[in-house]
């Protein structure tokens, strides 16, 4: 049989997972095995925000492998960060285990959690793992603004160019495949299970003078609203604007679903939604959806000039 | 009937929480409603430290209420902060609750969150919030070492005073009391509910020049074996120089139990354990428990001049 978390004990797994974290880059002051870890803010500010994840939430055990599962939770921690306009540094993490998780299963999550903080650049300097019954993972991540003011979700104004950079509607067209009991087309399976937020993005977008940033990870809809709301205008998007992935298209055409609902209700890929200057030119990767507006009454969002009727993102608790 | 977060749903219950967390003091660049909070490092280092806390694993919602379960949380984090010799800045949380739970009891638990964060002179800057089966609490808190070198657990060296700040035994004690059934001595209870960590006696510590520093988190056994490990040094603790408070005292006598056993093998006090070289007037709070002397084979606790047979801390996953 294999070692089980519960029979291995928590001074052993901690010693292991610290072991697993591999050598600290410069930039970390002191990394895993004190009260806390010490990074370097060049800046002189810190970004700092936090995510939590819950089996049977967030992700399920037979639907997702631990890589999986610890790749996507520190993804969508990193993806706040580069929503900031900021470079992601460090990552702190709490995990959650049920006793009968094999050893083997940690070992997985940690190797695939470090590889992402390492696509992102930060490094994995601390964490705490406790015995619970669903396993639950909580990401902190920091980042640097290197200099810049952040980028928030509540400076679009009247003018601006709408854009967006990432996929939209691969994690939710994954996620049905799933729901339907099928293992593929993998390309959108793997987009539910390991997304793969364009960070450098975010640094690119407050450098060409983005005046507004944030992190789709509820929906376009959603996530756009949100902007809106923020910033007390309404984004008018085009849908003739917004790229179909093919293999999005296909599984719609296949399941005789639109796949704007996907692409516009559909959360977790952690693409960048942005607002720029009408005269800026597009950073790399990001292409323009639309235009803020003046908000007539309440600020929305608009799509080919309604107020759509596509259910929006994923909401917690209902 | 009272409104459940579920009834509330996940966007109202944010937008209550973000007008509960209160005006943000200085320090605070951006508080909590974009994806991510700034907050200033006027150190160019940011100490980060995360604590996961689990029902029916770190409390149980039947001995500990709402606002018992926020302060205890915080002061978990803001506990290793200051174990670092640092200065708590901020604090993000993951909160994870069962949709039947009352948004009163959200709101308790808020209210002596923040009332916490302000005791350790911190700001609660963010968070996430989310469905889950148990109650799950997971604090990220930063610190500012204000130009000091941090003092990790690495540092006792042969010739060193031990000494401690803070309360031990109290809330093992406490835990004990509500294990049979009983509500008091109320100021045991109290101990475990709302642990009071001595923050500003990190800060003191460091100051005075402490040569190791940690937060008694598992028991002073167990916490002062992993300062000996980390240091390669035994610590030579002696028995008669423990503080036994009277209501330890009183309730060990009830229980016929050694009050010892709660003092050396309890958790949850956040005392700090630290060393000092032995020509430093201890900083105000710290009162000497013995000394470090040299290793002879593996680094050891001794407690009056043997390995003590008493039962050591509290361990997950057994």
Tied chains: 1, 2.
């Excluded at 285990?97 to 083997?104: C, F, H, Q, S």
């Excluded at 809106?228 to 003739?240: D, F, I, M, P």
């Excluded at 005789?256 to 977790?268: N, T």
């Excluded at 309604?306 to 993102?313: A, F, I, M, N, T």
């Amino acid at each position: 049989m294999d070692a089980t978390v519960g029979s291995l004990g928590e001074e052993a797994l901690v010693a292991r997972i610290v072991r697993g974290t591999g050598a600290m880059p410069r930039g970390v002051v002191l990394g895993p095995g004190d009260d806390a870890a010490v990074v370097a803010c060049p800046d002189g500010r810190v970004v700092l925000t936090t995510d939590l994840l819950v089996e049977g939430r967030h992700f399920r055990r037979d639907w997702s492998g631990a890589g999986d599962i610890g790749h996507r939770s520190v993804a969508e921690s990193l993806a706040d960060v580069a929503a900031m306009g900021a470079r992601p540094t460090s990552v702190v993490m709490g995990l959650g285990v049920p006793g009968d998780v094999e050893v083997a299963w940690v070992d997985e999550f940690l190797v695939a959690a470090v590889a992402e903080c390492a696509r992102g650049k930060a490094a994995l300097v601390g964490g705490d793992v406790v015995a619970s019954d669903q396993v639950i993972v909580c990401v902190t991540a920091t980042g640097d603004l290197e200099g810049r003011a952040p980028v928030t979700r509540a400076g679009a104004r009247v003018g601006d160019v709408v854009a967006v950079c990432g996929r939209l509607g691969w994690a939710a067209a994954g996620l049905a495949v799933l729901s339907r009991g099928f293992r593929s087309p993998r390309a959108l399976v793997d987009a539910h299970r390991r997304p793969e937020p364009p960070y450098d993005a975010g640094v690119r977008a407050a450098k060409a003078g983005a005046t507004a940033l944030m992190d789709v990870s509820d929906g376009l809809l959603l996530d756009s609203g949100r902007m809106a709301a923020a910033s007390g205008v309404t984004l008018a998007l085009e849908s003739s604007r917004l790229e179909i992935g093919e293999p999005v298209a296909t599984a719609a055409a296949a399941y005789h679903v639109d796949p704007l609902v996907w692409v516009l209700g559909g959360g977790d890929d952690h693409a960048l939604l942005a607002t720029f200057p009408a005269d800026v030119r597009l950073p790399k990767g990001f292409s323009s959806i639309g235009a803020v507006v003046a908000a007539d009454g309440d600020p929305v969002v608009l799509v080919d000039g309604r107020v759509p009727e596509v259910e929006s993102g994923y909401r917690h608790f209902s």
